[in-house]
T-cell receptor, first 110, second 121 residues
Framework: AQRVTQPEKLLSVFKGAPVELKCNYS??????LFWYVQYSRQRLQLLLR??SRESIKGFTADLNKGETSFHLKKPFAQEEDSAMYYC????????????FGQGTTLQVKP | NAGVTQTPKFRVLKTGQSMTLLCAQD?????MYWYRQDPGMGLRLIHY???????AKGEVPDGYNVSRLKKQNFLLGLESAAPSQTSVYFC????????????????????FGQGTRLTVV
Protein backbone atom coordinates (compact mmCIF):
# COMPACT_ATOMS: atom_id res chain seq x y z
CA ALA A 1 0.00 0.00 0.00
CA GLN A 2 1.12 3.52 -0.71
CA ARG A 3 1.56 5.50 2.43
CA VAL A 4 3.39 8.57 3.74
CA THR A 5 4.16 8.85 7.44
CA GLN A 6 5.19 11.96 9.31
CA PRO A 7 5.73 10.79 12.88
CA GLU A 8 5.78 14.20 14.55
CA LYS A 9 2.61 16.28 14.84
CA LEU A 10 4.53 19.18 16.34
CA LEU A 11 8.17 20.15 16.24
CA SER A 12 9.21 23.09 18.36
CA VAL A 13 12.71 24.60 18.12
CA PHE A 14 14.43 27.84 18.94
CA LYS A 15 15.53 30.29 16.29
CA GLY A 16 18.94 29.33 14.94
CA ALA A 17 18.61 25.66 15.86
CA PRO A 18 18.76 22.92 13.22
CA VAL A 19 15.51 21.46 12.01
CA GLU A 20 14.68 18.01 10.67
CA LEU A 21 11.12 17.10 9.75
CA LYS A 22 10.83 13.38 9.23
CA CYS A 23 9.03 11.69 6.37
CA ASN A 24 8.90 8.00 5.58
CA TYR A 25 7.06 6.44 2.70
CA SER A 26 5.83 3.09 1.51
CA UNK A 27 5.69 2.57 -2.24
CA UNK A 28 6.55 -0.38 -4.43
CA UNK A 29 7.99 1.55 -7.37
CA UNK A 30 10.02 4.72 -7.79
CA UNK A 31 7.98 7.55 -6.30
CA UNK A 32 8.26 11.26 -6.71
CA LEU A 33 8.49 12.99 -3.35
CA PHE A 34 7.49 16.51 -2.45
CA TRP A 35 7.36 18.83 0.51
CA TYR A 36 4.44 21.25 0.66
CA VAL A 37 4.14 24.08 3.17
CA GLN A 38 1.17 25.99 4.50
CA TYR A 39 1.96 29.27 6.26
CA SER A 40 -0.64 30.83 8.50
CA ARG A 41 -3.62 32.11 6.50
CA GLN A 42 -1.97 31.18 3.21
CA ARG A 43 -2.66 28.41 0.75
CA LEU A 44 -0.70 25.21 0.51
CA GLN A 45 2.31 25.62 -1.77
CA LEU A 46 5.17 23.54 -3.04
CA LEU A 47 8.39 23.93 -1.10
CA LEU A 48 10.62 21.47 -2.91
CA ARG A 49 10.66 18.17 -4.80
CA UNK A 50 13.27 15.48 -4.81
CA UNK A 51 13.68 15.33 -8.57
CA SER A 52 14.93 18.94 -8.66
CA ARG A 53 17.54 18.41 -5.95
CA GLU A 54 17.22 22.09 -5.06
CA SER A 55 17.43 24.12 -1.88
CA ILE A 56 14.53 26.44 -1.19
CA LYS A 57 14.57 28.97 1.68
CA GLY A 58 17.52 27.05 3.09
CA PHE A 59 15.63 23.76 3.20
CA THR A 60 16.94 20.58 1.59
CA ALA A 61 15.59 17.05 1.39
CA ASP A 62 17.34 13.94 0.14
CA LEU A 63 15.52 10.88 -1.04
CA ASN A 64 16.94 7.80 0.70
CA LYS A 65 15.51 4.79 -1.09
CA GLY A 66 17.17 2.34 1.26
CA GLU A 67 15.47 3.85 4.29
CA THR A 68 12.41 4.98 2.27
CA SER A 69 12.76 8.44 3.76
CA PHE A 70 12.62 12.02 2.53
CA HIS A 71 13.44 14.09 5.59
CA LEU A 72 13.35 17.89 5.35
CA LYS A 73 16.31 19.71 6.86
CA LYS A 74 17.44 23.23 7.57
CA PRO A 75 20.63 24.05 9.46
CA PHE A 76 19.38 27.26 11.12
CA ALA A 77 15.65 27.74 11.69
CA GLN A 78 14.06 31.18 11.32
CA GLU A 79 10.84 32.40 12.91
CA GLU A 80 9.29 32.79 9.47
CA ASP A 81 9.70 29.04 8.93
CA SER A 82 6.85 28.42 11.38
CA ALA A 83 4.17 26.63 9.36
CA MET A 84 2.53 23.29 8.66
CA TYR A 85 4.67 21.02 6.50
CA TYR A 86 3.33 18.12 4.47
CA CYS A 87 5.34 15.40 2.84
CA UNK A 88 3.66 14.00 -0.27
CA UNK A 89 4.19 11.19 -2.73
CA UNK A 90 3.19 10.89 -6.35
CA UNK A 91 3.26 7.52 -8.05
CA UNK A 92 3.62 6.43 -11.62
CA UNK A 93 -0.03 6.62 -12.60
CA UNK A 94 0.54 9.89 -14.51
CA UNK A 95 -2.51 11.39 -12.87
CA UNK A 96 -0.61 13.70 -10.54
CA UNK A 97 -2.47 12.32 -7.54
CA UNK A 98 -0.72 13.07 -4.28
CA UNK A 99 -0.63 10.97 -1.14
CA PHE A 100 -0.02 13.21 1.83
CA GLY A 101 1.42 12.54 5.23
CA GLN A 102 -0.37 13.69 8.35
CA GLY A 103 1.56 16.94 8.48
CA THR A 104 4.02 18.40 11.00
CA THR A 105 3.59 21.80 12.57
CA LEU A 106 6.93 23.54 12.91
CA GLN A 107 7.07 26.16 15.61
CA VAL A 108 10.20 28.31 15.71
CA LYS A 109 10.49 30.22 18.96
CA PRO A 110 12.44 33.49 19.25
CA ASN B 1 -2.97 36.36 -11.44
CA ALA B 2 -5.74 34.39 -9.70
CA GLY B 3 -4.42 30.81 -9.98
CA VAL B 4 -6.90 28.50 -8.26
CA THR B 5 -10.01 30.06 -6.76
CA GLN B 6 -12.54 28.29 -4.55
CA THR B 7 -16.07 29.43 -3.82
CA PRO B 8 -17.33 29.76 -1.09
CA LYS B 9 -14.65 30.23 1.59
CA PHE B 10 -16.93 29.27 4.47
CA ARG B 11 -20.25 27.47 4.77
CA VAL B 12 -22.41 25.99 7.48
CA LEU B 13 -24.89 23.31 6.43
CA LYS B 14 -27.55 21.40 8.24
CA THR B 15 -27.50 17.61 8.03
CA GLY B 16 -29.21 16.51 4.85
CA GLN B 17 -28.74 19.75 2.95
CA SER B 18 -26.94 19.82 -0.35
CA MET B 19 -24.35 22.20 -1.74
CA THR B 20 -21.80 22.62 -4.49
CA LEU B 21 -18.24 23.85 -4.10
CA LEU B 22 -16.77 25.55 -7.13
CA CYS B 23 -13.13 25.47 -8.15
CA ALA B 24 -11.83 27.59 -10.99
CA GLN B 25 -8.29 27.73 -12.39
CA ASP B 26 -6.86 30.07 -14.98
CA UNK B 27 -3.58 28.25 -15.69
CA UNK B 28 -4.92 25.99 -18.45
CA UNK B 29 -4.13 22.93 -16.34
CA UNK B 30 -5.40 19.57 -17.52
CA UNK B 31 -5.61 17.96 -14.11
CA MET B 32 -7.78 19.02 -11.19
CA TYR B 33 -8.33 17.54 -7.73
CA TRP B 34 -10.47 17.82 -4.64
CA TYR B 35 -8.90 17.01 -1.26
CA ARG B 36 -10.22 17.20 2.26
CA GLN B 37 -8.02 18.15 5.19
CA ASP B 38 -8.77 16.74 8.63
CA PRO B 39 -6.70 17.05 11.82
CA GLY B 40 -4.17 14.28 12.16
CA MET B 41 -4.99 12.85 8.74
CA GLY B 42 -3.35 15.22 6.32
CA LEU B 43 -5.01 15.76 2.97
CA ARG B 44 -6.97 12.94 1.37
CA LEU B 45 -8.05 12.81 -2.24
CA ILE B 46 -11.80 12.79 -2.82
CA HIS B 47 -12.10 12.89 -6.63
CA TYR B 48 -9.93 14.01 -9.48
CA UNK B 49 -10.09 14.78 -13.17
CA UNK B 50 -7.50 14.34 -15.89
CA UNK B 51 -9.39 16.33 -18.47
CA UNK B 52 -12.61 18.02 -19.43
CA UNK B 53 -15.51 15.60 -19.21
CA UNK B 54 -13.61 12.96 -17.21
CA UNK B 55 -13.61 12.30 -13.47
CA ALA B 56 -12.39 9.50 -11.22
CA LYS B 57 -12.66 8.47 -7.60
CA GLY B 58 -9.93 9.13 -5.11
CA GLU B 59 -9.32 7.72 -1.66
CA VAL B 60 -12.50 8.99 0.06
CA PRO B 61 -15.21 9.52 -2.61
CA ASP B 62 -18.30 8.37 -0.71
CA GLY B 63 -20.93 11.06 -0.25
CA TYR B 64 -19.45 13.31 -2.94
CA ASN B 65 -19.96 13.81 -6.66
CA VAL B 66 -17.97 15.90 -9.11
CA SER B 67 -18.27 17.31 -12.59
CA ARG B 68 -15.77 18.79 -15.04
CA LEU B 69 -17.89 20.27 -17.80
CA LYS B 70 -15.34 22.97 -18.58
CA LYS B 71 -11.57 22.62 -18.46
CA GLN B 72 -11.18 25.49 -16.04
CA ASN B 73 -13.85 24.42 -13.55
CA PHE B 74 -14.18 21.45 -11.20
CA LEU B 75 -17.31 21.19 -9.07
CA LEU B 76 -17.66 19.17 -5.88
CA GLY B 77 -21.18 18.31 -4.79
CA LEU B 78 -22.57 17.07 -1.50
CA GLU B 79 -26.05 15.67 -2.11
CA SER B 80 -26.95 15.05 1.52
CA ALA B 81 -24.46 16.54 3.94
CA ALA B 82 -23.43 14.61 7.05
CA PRO B 83 -21.50 15.79 10.12
CA SER B 84 -18.61 13.52 9.02
CA GLN B 85 -18.16 15.82 6.05
CA THR B 86 -17.19 18.71 8.29
CA SER B 87 -13.73 19.52 6.98
CA VAL B 88 -11.58 21.95 5.06
CA TYR B 89 -11.78 21.28 1.34
CA PHE B 90 -8.95 22.10 -1.02
CA CYS B 91 -9.02 22.18 -4.76
CA UNK B 92 -5.81 21.84 -6.73
CA UNK B 93 -4.72 21.75 -10.35
CA UNK B 94 -1.62 20.73 -12.27
CA UNK B 95 -0.24 20.18 -15.76
CA UNK B 96 -0.40 16.73 -17.27
CA UNK B 97 2.86 14.79 -17.81
CA UNK B 98 2.38 15.09 -21.58
CA UNK B 99 2.42 18.88 -21.55
CA UNK B 100 5.12 20.03 -24.03
CA UNK B 101 8.40 21.21 -22.51
CA UNK B 102 7.51 19.76 -19.14
CA UNK B 103 9.94 17.08 -17.96
CA UNK B 104 8.65 14.18 -15.95
CA UNK B 105 8.25 15.27 -12.37
CA UNK B 106 8.54 18.93 -13.17
CA UNK B 107 4.93 19.17 -14.21
CA UNK B 108 3.29 17.49 -11.27
CA UNK B 109 3.50 20.50 -8.98
CA UNK B 110 -0.01 21.03 -7.69
CA UNK B 111 -1.36 24.54 -7.23
CA PHE B 112 -3.90 24.85 -4.45
CA GLY B 113 -6.89 27.02 -3.76
CA GLN B 114 -7.32 28.85 -0.49
CA GLY B 115 -9.66 26.23 0.94
CA THR B 116 -13.33 26.05 1.91
CA ARG B 117 -14.19 25.50 5.55
CA LEU B 118 -17.40 23.49 5.72
CA THR B 119 -19.28 22.73 8.92
CA VAL B 120 -22.22 20.33 8.92
CA VAL B 121 -24.41 20.56 12.00
Amino acid sequence: AQRVTQPEKLLSVFKGAPVELKCNYSYSGSPELFWYVQYSRQRLQLLLRHISRESIKGFTADLNKGETSFHLKKPFAQEEDSAMYYCALSGLSNTGKLIFGQGTTLQVKP
Amino acid sequence: NAGVTQTPKFRVLKTGQSMTLLCAQDMNHEYMYWYRQDPGMGLRLIHYSVGEGTTAKGEVPDGYNVSRLKKQNFLLGLESAAPSQTSVYFCASSYSPSTPNQGRGMNTEAFFGQGTRLTVV
